[in-house]
T-cell receptor
Framework: NAGVTQTPKFQVLKTGQSMTLQCAQDMNHNSMYWYRQDPGMGLRLIYY???????DKGEVPNGYNVSRLNKREFSLRLESAAPSQTSVYFCASSAEQGLRNQPQHFGDGTRLSIL | KNEVEQSPQNLTAQEGEFITINCSYSVGISALHWLQQHPGGGIVSLFMLSSGKKKHGRLIATINIQEKHSSLHITASHPRDSAVYIC??????????FGTGTLLAVQP
């Protein structure tokens, strides 16, 4: 069972370059999330999608855009990468809808360095 | 002050020891999650609870809603338990708020 698949696993970019992080889940989950993880800080929510066709900003959305392409896929785009966006990025999904609590399933992460 | 505080930040134990990791939070919640992150980075959900106690193998999670406190216990610890343990709460915004994690090292 694949679960949540993120690509790529590692990436090095130069300042100003753009790239898209891909995420796909095969669990038929409604909700998908993008987080970043930085040293000494808890995971922080960048964007989320409560259902296909909807996206909303999280805690740290500046410099990012997202697309919920279909129920399976949720991509994160950096239009003009900055060194402050060096981080580990995690995609997650859950069966959560509305107020019903469900565990989140995480991908393996993408380690992104911006030079 | 962070809304979710974990203690200790770092913990070293000998194989076989009983381990407790604590999580305190300052907001109203609908659920609390315990997650495990192994070296190499993958994150796995261990427990989701809103009251009482849950057990899975050697892991036990408890929550006291009135005291806004949860504990994760590991019995008969093993080197393979070495990981970062993360507490997260689902607050009024329905989004998860994460603690900074507890780095556990279990030595043989």
């Amino acid at each position: 069972n694949a679960g949540v698949t993120q690509t790529p696993k590692f990436q090095v970019l130069k300042t100003g370059q753009s790239m898209t992080l891909q995420c796909a889940q095969d669990m038929n989950h409604n909700s998908m999330y993008w987080y970043r993880q930085d040293p000494g800080m808890g995971l922080r929510l960048i964007y989320y999608s409560a259902s296909e066709g909807t996206t909303d900003k999280g805690e740290v959305p500046n410099g990012y855009n997202v697309s919920r392409l279909n129920k399976r896929e949720f991509s994160l785009r950096l239009e003009s990468a900055a060194p402050s966006q060096t981080s580990v990025y995690f995609c997650a999904s859950s069966a959560e809808q509305g107020l019903r609590n469900q565990p989140q399933h995480f991908g393996d992460g993408t380690r992104l360095s911006i030079l | 002050k962070n809304e979710v505080e974990q203690s200790p930040q770092n913990l070293t134990a000998q194989e076989g020891e009983f381990i407790t990791i604590n999580c305190s939070y300052s907001v109203g919640i609908s659920a609390l999650h315990w997650l495990q992150q192994h070296p190499g980075g993958g994150i796995v959900s261990l427990f989701m609870l809103s009251s009482g106690k849950k057990k899975h193998g050697r892991l036990i999670a408890t929550i006291n809603i009135q005291e806004k406190h949860s504990s994760l216990h590991i019995t008969a610890s093993h080197p393979r338990d070495s990981a970062v343990y993360i507490c997260a709460v689902r607050g009024a915004t329905n989004k998860l708020i994460f603690g900074t994690g507890t780095l556990l090292a279990v030595q043989p």
